[in-house]
């Protein structure tokens, strides 16, 4: 399993953008998709967006209605989740993940290695 830490989460007020990012360790980063999911308290962790090996596909939960993109750089070992225009219901843990196989998987099971998360909060 990868070693995924995620940063750039913090306090930010209705409206505002957060740029999160997630790097990963080892060599062959490059051969998985990856996500990003989000877990407020009392409630299941949830899909939010996830990008091909190369970054040129990506696909979003329908509840990001445009705010949010993801993207990768290879080069780094990184993946980005820019958000915009966040609101009070985003407030959650950001998780970033490796996908098991082919394909843009939307569930937890499709997924096999996770970060620690990195707590977004958003004031009304």
């Known amino acids: 399993q990868a070693q995924l830490l995620e940063s750039g989460g913090g306090l930010v007020q209705a409206g505002g953008s957060l740029r999160l990012s997630c790097v990963a360790s080892?060599?062959?980063?490059?051969?998985?998709?990856m996500g990003w999911f989000r877990q407020a308290p009392g409630k299941e962790r949830e899909f939010i967006a996830g990008?091909?090996?190369?970054?040129?596909?990506?696909y979003y939960a329908d509840f990001m209605k445009g705010r949010f993109i993801i993207s990768r750089d290879n080069a780094k070992n990184t993946v980005y989740l820019q958000m915009n225009d966040l609101k009070p219901e985003d407030t959650a843990v950001y998780y970033c993940?490796?996908?098991?196989?082919?394909?843009?998987?939307?569930?937890?099971?499709?997924?096999?290695?996770w970060g620690q998360g990195t707590q977004v909060t958003v004031s009304s």
């Open positions: 080892g060599r062959t980063f490059s051969s998985y998709a």
């Open positions: 990008i091909s090996r190369t970054g040129g596909g990506t």
């Open positions: 993940a490796r996908a098991v196989g082919p394909g843009l998987p939307t569930t937890v099971g499709g997924y096999d290695s």
